[in-house]
């Protein structure tokens, strides 16, 4: 039951927001169903599964793609005209342009050096975020109000406009009831779309994480793939398309946890990378400092990159990890018993508290620079030492006869 809380509390707001969302889509006609002449009934149902599931995987790309689908299938300059914003060519021009952009960053990230290309893929993390919200708020709200009107269509067929006694109920019948029916299926598809996009937003937090071009580049290229085959399905049988969509709803869910824990992850690196937070921010050398657990928490029941305070307490030597579970459940406490030789490893641009070779802690950007007050707050005997690329280029520095390997000799 606790696992499903933190959706029911969604679903709760997502209905009370509801109203407003319909009402602003429904100015605009809902053109964003394509299967109103499809002959199976039910087709609808799973296009509207596909695109959801399609525009959540990678917002901008779907999103600038269900734009360019519908604008080349209006035929006439009226229907040009009633289409939404985002099948205009003001706006799928420059979205499909920015996702060649990063296309690009991508192919040639793979054979830079990681400092070059880290401060991209934060702002691509920050346009995902961003792109996210647009489609939360404005693809997902047209898709699901035409599916809401069809299925009202399909349920007051102009042969049942009759009462008992025969007289005709054409006032009732002209009603349009869709209204009602999208206070239900608005937030039910913005819920299924959030939980695939923070599955898929979760890539761009590892790639964050991760050292190398080349693992970034697989990781884009197996997400587009995924998005790619969702469409392509879509074309050949809509169920089919419905179905792999499913899989993939199901999974999202599942890693759902997982999924947040990044997602919170790349929101603080972003914003402490990009406002330069370090320059601002000191450690609270006698208080409890903001960071995120990593692998020596997780036999202790802590998930890994779990956000939450860490607190020395020099009376009794104990060090204490607080959290929240998804940020609003009830409080945890954790004592940290960290065994083996600790330090503090200063990255290039994320550094940590290890326990030897392995990773007890990671700070965010914001604690760049602040590794010896982390050191004096937690009584960390091991002191600062380079870490992940600072310390290979210390090596490779060294190698070469650099000032590592002259500071030797002297």
Sequence with gaps: MKRLSPFFALFTLLAVLAAPLHAATSATP???????????????????IST?????????LGTGALGLYQNIKAKTPEEKAALPWYAQWSFILPALALVGLCACKDSIG??????????????????????????????VPFTMSALSKMIVAQATPAGDMLTANGMAAV?????????????LTVPIGIAVFLIVWMASHAINALILLSPW?????????????????IALTATLSPWISAILSLVVILIAYLVAGWAFRLTIFGTIFSWDFFTLRKHRFQVAEKGENLLFSSNTLTQQGVPM???????HEPANGKIVFRYRPWLVLPEKTVDVKLDAQVSVGKGLFISSIRCGEKTAFILPPRYRDHEDAVVRAYAIEGGVQDAGLLKAWGALKELFGGSSAKAQVS
Excluded: F, H
């Design 30 to 48: 809902a053109v964003s169903a394509p299967a109103a002449k499809d002959a199976s009934p039910s087709s609808p149902y799973a296009k509207a």
């Design 305 to 311: 990159r779990t956000y939450g305070r860490l607190r």
């Design 171 to 183: 006032q009732v019948g002209a009603i349009d009831w869709s209204w009602a029916l999208s206070i």
């Design 213 to 229: 071009g080349a693992i970034d580049a697989a990781l884009k290229g197996a997400r587009t793939a995924l998005l790619g085959l």
């Design 110 to 139: 793979a054979v830079l050096p990681p400092g070059m290309k880290k401060p991209l893929d934060v702002l691509e993390t920050i346009e995902n975020k961003a792109s996210g919200l647009v489609a939360a708020g404005a693809v």
């Design 52 to 60: 959801v599931t399609g525009v959540a995987i990678s917002p901008l």
